[in-house]
């Protein structure tokens, strides 16, 4: 849809210009279209429909094959008109829309019978559509046809013939190879645009031929050319000629050079300002060769046209950056343009004056600079500001003015862009003056005081660190980098803090004062510029926080006690924000919690119990979830149940005759028992057990429905007492899934090389998997650790960002107390299927082989593989399980 768009004068600021187009739809002019299908065409009409389908075309719009095939076949029916006006559109609308070769033969013949008309506007036309879409047979077919148009009296239909040559060499070069002499010939026409087209087409067809387009420039600089347009065209090529002549050590381009010296004289200003411009980017020109250009260049400094000064003084600029004594002259008239209303040719005057003023010169410039500044945007500023540097390193006796300017706009309004150019300036006049170092520190200590921008105080602060310790007296920075740490965001007081201890590290007469700010910084909000003090506090030997963890590491190492180190004693692991400690103690509650109940006080110590699963929905009448506990010998499965409902109260949850839970797959189940609460009441839980009983030490899974049953009694909301009759209800829960991860307790190592090779090769196990098809290894790698249950060690769970393999290193104690660890090799192909190598070691592995009365046979080890190829994940455990117990293995699979 087209869109509105603001009109750039001043004087009526705030008013809205809607183009005439403003909210039309591809689809209704589609419809609109339909008009040149009519019997009787109106011309005006079917101008209007297609001026709406071109503004749409060049707006973006994109018209699918079919509905551009209706288009041009519509459009094609409108040559039977004979408005002059409507025939124009027609020719616009075919070169712009998208056709088959096939399509084209459609208007082959009307475009070739226009060409041949009398109306010269229509054959003109017609020569352009023509050429833009025939191709390689057609075109050879109408070859005589476009000789003849390129020698044709009038201008228009030469002027079309030769651009369309220009076009068609691209596609068909030999064919328009051809066609030299014709346009030879029109190189001598009076019309300026026939002129300027055959020159322009002449050149493309002799550019690979470097002396015949020497000829060619040699015998055009005599005189022949008459048009502006053309005599341009030809000073360029004649630069072309003297650039190619420099790089092969030729001589013999003194003609050349005469020639742009006397375009210097021509009538046209055009003309003069293309020759000036070629003279100045020649190589090696010579000061005496550039004097007549600048002459000439000055004298446009003063044209009332703002194009010619603009154009001059832009010339003028990159002149300077080369010859600036050549352009010293110039001074004068490049002053009197600062005060331009055009701010683009004050800001080149500006920066051309730095690049070529004196030493004297430097402070009238920086006051007229000043009242200038605030009237650009900040792209010329940045200009401006490297115009600036460049002039100080020149003279560096004037870096205090030009330091004091930089600092006076660095705290002005300004964008992100142009304040890093200034401080960026800042930074550089500082290390390659000496005399401005104190100086410009100042200037950026007072900047960040103020500065709105992350990045560039973090910059300041670590710049300040390098050079602010090669000053006569840095204790003056101490209050200012200080002020960062207390007042700015995280990412700058996390810079400050480093200066600090630069600071602190390098003079000692500043330590005692640093080692105070740094231990402020212990108490900040922010890790990073906690750890950062505590760090640095360390290195410059003030009190560490982690004295006492290190000395306690240091006595442990020397004095080693004859009691074995206990790994589960050390806060390693963190699941949900709580540290392996306290997931100790949640085991040690559910401990207490169930051996209060007479059935499953004899189950014996537990060893791990699961987080709660969540069996029902978060908005439903009751919410239910399950926590899974395992022992040795049995399984509970305890249901937390809550009734959302204040109307209503449930009993007899659970009640004998009732199955909560039953097994609808399960390997070792033999028996369950029930544990139910009598009432249940509103936003009070519940709790119900189930107990399952399984071979001591197995690793039994299983899947369990559950159903619960129970008595439903309304609630009087005024007394808050249930009636005593109620009605029987069930409601379905979410099945509960026992799985190998459920045996698998999560135990980290601090070294898990140290520990994998204690263990030895005498009692590891490797196999491969194919894992099947994964949009990423790290949706593997994930899937993989979460159904083995494991602690990842070492941060082996992050994969890298289009990693192809990843190892994964992991560590558990299984049911039984056998320690394991697992090395997980992880690889990607282009097809997205992942392959796995597991590699298993357990310190359990060969006391368990000796308590069996026999070693896993080849038979047993096939059918292992057999088992877990193509299986789902959960499988893969089991392969841990009977590497590391194979006296159970006959009886799991007996269970399979």
């Avoid at 060049?58 to 002059?84: H, I």
């Avoid at 194009?307 to 490049?334: E, G, Q, W, Y």
């Avoid at 550089?428 to 950026?444: N, S, V």
């Avoid at 190598?837 to 359990?844: E, G, I, N, T």
């Amino acid at each position: 849809m087209a869109q509105p768009f603001l009109k750039k004068d001043d004087d009526r600021d705030g008013e809205e210009e809607y183009s005439l187009f403003f909210g039309i739809e591809k689809g209704a002019v589609l419809q609109e279209a339909r008009v040149f299908n009519d019997p009787q065409l109106d011309p005006r009409r079917c101008s209007e429909v297609i001026t709406k389908l071109l503004y749409l075309l060049n707006q973006g719009e994109t018209f699918t094959k079919v509905e551009a095939t209706e288009v041009f076949f519509s459009v094609t029916k409108l040559f039977r008109s004979t408005d002059s006006g409507l025939r124009r559109m027609v020719y616009l609308m075919i070169k712009e829309i998208s056709a088959s070769a096939d399509e084209v033969i459609i208007v082959t013949s009307s475009l070739m019978k226009d060409m041949n008309s009398n109306t010269d506007m229509h054959r003109a036309n017609a020569i352009r559509v023509l050429c833009r879409v025939t191709d390689g047979p057609l075109l050879t077919q109408i070859e005589r046809y476009l000789k003849r148009a390129i020698v044709d009296k009038n201008p228009f239909v030469a002027s079309a013939a030769l651009v369309s040559g220009v076009h068609l060499i691209q596609i068909n070069p030999e064919i328009v190879r051809r066609w030299s002499n014709e346009v030879q010939e029109t190189i001598q026409s009076r019309a300026a645009l026939v002129q300027f087209h055959a020159l322009a087409l002449l050149h493309q067809i002799r550019q690979n031929d470097r002396l015949a387009l020497s000829k060619l420039v040699t015998s055009l600089t005599r005189g022949t050319v008459r048009s502006p347009l053309a005599q341009c065209l030809l000073i360029r090529y004649a630069s072309q000629v003297i650039r190619e002549s420099t790089t092969d050590n030729q001589t013999g381009d003194r003609l050349f050079h005469d020639f742009l010296e006397s375009c210097l004289r021509h009538k046209s200003e055009m003309v003069i300002l293309e020759a000036a411009r070629a003279i100045t980017e020649l190589s090696g020109v010579t000061s005496r060769e550039l004097s007549p250009a600048v002459t000439v260049l000055q004298l446009l400094l003063s044209s009332s046209k703002p194009v010619l000064r603009f154009s001059a003084v832009r010339t003028l600029n990159k002149v300077a950056i080369t010859h600036p004594l050549a352009v010293t002259n110039c001074s004068i008239d490049m002053e009197s343009l600062i005060s331009d209303p055009n701010r683009s040719i004050a800001t080149l005057a500006i920066t051309t004056l730095l690049k070529i003023g004196n030493e004297a010169s430097v402070d009238r410039l920086m006051k007229q600079i000043t009242s200038f500044m605030s009237d650009i945007a900040d792209e010329f500023k940045i200009v401006v500001v490297e115009a600036i540097r460049s002039l100080c390193l020149k003279f560096p006796q004037k870096c205090r003015s030009l330091m004091n300017f930089l600092s006076s706009i660095l705290r002005e309004e300004g964008g992100f862009e142009y304040k890093k150019v200034i401080v960026d300036s800042i930074f550089i006049l500082i290390r390659d003056i000496p005399d401005a170092k104190e100086t410009g520190l100042f200037h950026l200590c007072e900047f960040i005081e103020d500065c709105e921008f992350t990045y560039l105080s973090t910059q300041i602060l670590h710049f300040l660190g390098n050079e602010g310790l090669k000053t006569p007296d840095p204790g003056k920075f101490i209050r200012h980098i200080n002020n960062r740490v207390i007042l700015e965001n995280a990412t700058v007081r996390a810079a400050a803090v480093s200066t600090l201890a630069k600071f602190g590290a390098m003079i000692d007469s500043l330590k005692p004062r640093i080692l105070v700010l740094l231990r402020r910084c212990l108490h900040d909000i922010d890790d990073e510029v906690r750890d950062r003090a505590t760090l640095y506090l360390g290195t410059l030997g003030g009190e560490e926080p982690t004295a006492k963890t290190d000395q306690d590491a240091k006595d442990f190492c020397l004095e080693p006690s004859e009691e074995p180190f206990d790994v589960a004693s050390v806060p390693k692991e963190v699941v949900g924000g709580k540290t392996a400690a306290g997931l100790a103690s949640a085991v040690d509650s559910y401990q207490t919690l169930l051996s209060a109940i007479p059935e499953f006080s004899l189950f014996g110590k537990l060893f791990k119990s699961s987080a709660a699963v969540e069996l029902t929905e978060p908005e439903t009448e009751y919410s239910v979830n399950a926590v899974k506990h395992v022992y040795d010998g049995h399984v509970v499965i305890q249901y937390n149940c809550t009734n959302t409902i204040p109307e209503q109260l449930l009993e007899n949850l659970g009640d004998p005759g009732y199955y909560i839970c039953r097994c609808i797959r399960s390997r070792g189940v033999l028996g369950s028992r029930v544990e139910a609460p009598p009432v249940l009441t509103v936003q009070f839980p519940g709790q119900t057990f189930v107990a399952f009983e399984k071979p001591a030490g197995a690793a039994t899974v299983g899947k369990f429905s559950n159903l619960m049953k129970f008595f439903v009694k309304e609630v009087d909301p005024s007394t808050g007492e249930a009636e005593e009759e109620g009605a029987e209800d069930e409601y379905q829960l979410e099945d509960v899934e026992v799985s190998a991860a459920d045996y698998m307790l999560k135990v980290g190592v601090s070294n898990f090389r140290n520990a994998w090779e204690s263990l030895g090769p005498d009692n590891e196990r490797v196999d491969e998997y194919g894992l099947g098809a994964r949009e990423t290894l790290a949706e593997a790698v994930a899937a993989v650790i979460s159904i083995l249950g494991m602690q990842p060690c070492e941060g082996t769970e992050v994969v890298p960002a289009n990693s192809r393999s990843h190892t994964s290193l992991l560590s558990g104690v299984f049911i039984g107390g056998a320690r394991v660890l697992v090395r997980l090799s992880f690889g990607i192909e282009g097809s997205k299927q992942v392959a796995m190598k597991l590699a298993v070691r357990s310190d359990d592995l060969r006391s368990a082989m000796r308590s069996t009365t026999s070693s896993p046979t080849a038979d047993s080890s096939s059918l292992v593989n057999s088992l877990l190829r193509g299986q789902p994940y959960y499988l893969i455990l089991l392969c841990i399980y009977i590497y590391t117990h194979t006296t159970t293995y006959t009886h799991m699979y007996r269970y399979m």
